[in-house]
């Protein structure tokens, strides 16, 4: 049963974005939680036929560490799928009332056209192999047209079919509608400050393994240092500070929304009295 | 001229953007720098060039269109403070997000443009212009931008806007080998002065100051983000509690006017109309009330024609979900229209359109499109505004995203829009 349509609720929607425009140097990726609603209907004529539509609905994401650094190259390891899994289940589950699961992942195209590339649609259809349903979303941004000094961010959603001749995979193109959200959940906003602990992980990791090299003299070891302090200096200013600023705009623009709808709420209040 | 906005704010628009019914705009806050660079070349010595530098920081949307400026343009000074407050002096430049249009600024926008710049006195004010385009299946969508300072020249109005973020990550610059040296010299120099770099466990000092310095800058983050947390539910709360009020202020008036037309008809039995669609449950009602409403003059719908909210009408389709009635779910696979120039309601299409939101759905015909091109800029929000339900998506979408590389030639963009800047 193909998928109808994906809705992405905007604020995982921006989670998605912030992802995406972190980094225009190599693809992020990350997982859609959500549910799928299958929705009966009735299709109009004289013999009755109920169509069943597919919807999967995504609540929020999960950011993901890059498995492989290489540019062009995305894969979320088995481990990844599974913990995420888990907190899909457990965390987020309790804060919607609702079980979730992993239902998609997506990745980001930075300067490269949207269209997933062969070994995008190739990994989209192994995970189809476990769900049916699993939508891949795609984010292409950085591109600028220098003609038109026009900058585009674009998203698509596919899933994977065999194709007709030979062994080879085609992509399906799926709607997907951002379904307003007029409120930051909670989970998004969690996950949306994931972004640089996990970025200081990755270092931390890296440098480890560079650290536990003895052969190297001081000098060497100097540079190295400087390089990680150099690294997360740059996310620090880069993306810690700007999430800071985000949040801190956030916060004055709820303030002055909450003032003017209280008073909006006093109003319709005494008018709702008179009549 | 060089410009910048941070990955963030843009992130922000966006969210805000698709979550209006509607053109949805704001001001950009921000500053204005200026870059001296030096360059030497074979003809001077030293020659010194003057980059200005926009930086937005971040911006202040507009809860709803028109809010500091009425239909014939003319900008309220008063509206505006009202808005902006204390960061009047912070703002650089406005923007306007808008769907299915050309990349250029609308006759209005440009004489509010012209107004904003004397009031606010900002003399380079810049206008960052988004639009958005789908293709007619709506499983892509493309979000353009531009950022126009339209108080220059005719000819140099367009800046490039770049989003500054992290860049290379740089793991390849760590070593994993020294330069071979034997020198015994060499060796003795660097361990004994280098030993300042480290610590006694061997780690390098600078190491442990960054990582507290990252570990505060974490630390704050999360705390600044469990207040965001608490104010977002803050307003949902009261968001909810004034929909409620409208709701119910909608319902009492209809209870109001149907005692009066009742009444009416009772004291003059001849002037009896046929009975109207108030009669129905109010979801439906509402809902129709919705598909059918399309003002003659350009009202924007006041609290009286609240339309569903998406949830509501989602908690609708849940309700209703085996008994197989064809015109809620068909809404609730298309909640959200707004890529196809309708003002975003989720439509509910009782009037059977059968919009099918699989993979392969019909083409549309493109009437909507011709319209576009030859139409006043400003009947674009109009349209953006006022439902239409029958409007479809336009064809030229298709030709537009499919299959085209990431960098467009201008040709194709003007083939399909028609005139460009």
Redo the contacts between chains.
């Keep these: 049963m193909a998928v109808s349509a994906v809705h992405l609720e905007s604020d995982a929607f921006l989670v998605c974005m912030n992802h995406a425009l972190s980094t225009e140097k190599e693809e992020v990726m990350g997982l859609c939680i959500g549910e799928v609603n299958i929705l009966l209907s009735k299709s109009p004529g004289l013999f009755t036929q109920v169509d069943t539509n597919r919807i999967v609905h995504i609540h929020s994401v999960i950011i993901l560490r890059g498995s492989d650094k290489r540019k062009d190259r995305v894969e979320i390891s088995p481990e990844q799928l599974s913990s995420a899994a888990t907190e899909a289940d457990y965390r987020l589950a309790d804060m919607t009332g609702r079980p979730m699961r992993v239902v998609g992942w997506y990745h980001s195209h930075p300067h490269i056209t949207v269209w997933p590339s062969h070994v995008d649609v190739r990994t989209q259809a192994m995970y189809q192999m476990m769900d049916q349903g699993f939508v891949g979303l795609i984010f292409s941004c950085f591109i600028e047209d220098k003609n038109t000094k026009t900058g585009r961010v674009l998203y698509t959603c596919f899933q994977s079919v065999q194709a007709q001749k030979g062994s080879e995979y085609e992509r399906i193109e799926i709607p997907i509608h951002v379904v307003p959200h007029e409120a930051i959940g909670k989970v998004c906003l969690e996950s949306a400050v994931e972004l640089p602990r996990i970025l200081c992980q990755e270092e931390q990791d890296t440098y480890r393994k560079i650290h536990s090299l003895t052969h190297l003299d001081p000098i060497t070891k100097i540079h190295n240092g400087s390089v990680f302090t150099k690294n997360l200096c740059s996310q620090m200013s880069a993306v810690s500070g700007s999430l800071l600023q985000w949040l801190e705009d956030c916060l004055e623009q709820n303030r002055k929304s909450i003032i003017e709808l209280q008073l909006e709420k006093e109003r319709l209040t005494q008018e709702l009295a008179t009549m | 001229m060089a410009a910048s906005i941070?990955?963030?704010?843009?992130?922000?628009v966006?969210?805000h953007s698709?979550?209006?019914?509607s053109d949805h705009e704001g001001f950009l806050l921000g500053e204005v720098r200026h870059e001296e660079t030096v360059s030497i070349s074979d003809t001077q010595i030293s020659s010194s060039e003057l980059l200005q530098v926009v930086e937005v920081?971040?911006h202040?949307?507009c809860?709803q269109l028109f809010s500091f400026y009425d239909y014939a343009g003319q900008v309220n000074e008063e509206s505006l403070n009202r808005i902006l407050k204390d960061r009047r002096k912070n703002v650089i430049g406005w923007y306007r997000f808008r769907r299915n249009t050309q990349?250029q600024m609308s006759f209005r926008e440009q004489i509010i443009h012209k107004q904003l710049t004397q009031l606010l006195g900002v003399p380079d004010l810049v206008f960052l212009l988004f639009s958005f385009i789908s293709?007619a299946?709506?499983?892509?969508?493309?979000?353009?931008?531009?950022?126009f300072r339209p108080n220059r020249s005719r000819y140099n109005q367009?800046?490039?806007?770049s989003?500054?973020?992290?860049?290379?990550?740089?793991?390849q610059?760590?070593?994993?080998?020294?330069?071979p040296?034997t020198s015994l010299n060499y060796?003795k120099v660097?361990?004994e002065h280098?030993?300042e770099?480290?610590d006694k466990d061997g780690?390098?000092k600078?190491?442990r100051t960054?990582?507290q310095?990252?570990g505060a800058?974490?630390d704050?983050?999360?705390s600044?983000?469990g207040?965001?947390?608490q104010?977002?539910?803050?307003?949902?709360k009261?968001?909810e509690?004034?929909n409620k009020?409208?709701q119910?202020?909608v319902l009492?008036?209809r209870k109001?006017t149907d005692e009066e037309r009742r009444l009416q008809e009772a004291q003059n039995p001849e002037l009896r109309l046929t009975p109207e669609e108030n009669t129905e449950p109010p979801e439906t009602a509402l809902l129709s009330r919705v598909a059918f409403h399309t003002p003659s003059t350009p009202e924007r719908p006041g609290?009286s024609a609240n339309p569903p909210a998406?949830s509501d009408l989602l908690s609708l389709?849940?309700d209703s979900?085996?008994p197989?009635?064809?015109s809620p779910?068909?809404a609730?696979?298309?909640?959200?229209p707004?890529a196809v120039g309708s003002p975003?309601h989720p439509s509910p299409s009782p009037l059977?359109l059968?919009l099918s939101?699989?993979?392969n759905?019909a083409p549309s015909p493109g009437q909507e499109d011709d319209d576009e091109e030859e139409d006043d800029e400003d009947s674009s929000e109009y349209e953006n505004l006022v439902s239409e339900v029958g409007q479809l998506p336009p064809v030229s979408a298709i030709v537009l995203?499919q299959?085209?590389?990431?960098?467009?030639?201008?040709d194709g963009?003007a083939s399909v829009r028609g005139s460009?800047t």
């Design positions: 941070s990955g963030y704010t843009f992130s922000s966006c969210y698709a979550n209006s019914n920081h971040n202040e949307p809860a990349q293709t299946n709506n499983s892509t969508h493309a979000l353009e931008y531009v950022l367009r800046v490039t806007l989003i500054p973020n992290l860049g290379n990550t740089s793991q610059e760590y070593k994993v080998s020294s330069v040296n060796a660097i361990k280098g030993a770099f480290f780690v390098m600078d190491i960054i990582f310095v990252y800058l974490q704050k983050v999360q600044v983000c207040e965001v947390e104010s977002e539910r803050v307003k949902e009261v968001q509690e004034v009020l409208k119910q202020i009492r008036k109001t609290p998406y389709q849940n979900l085996l197989f009635s064809s779910t068909s609730a696979l298309l909640p959200r707004q975003g059977g059968g939101a699989g993979p759905p995203l299959g085209r590389p990431a960098a467009l030639s201008p963009d460009q």
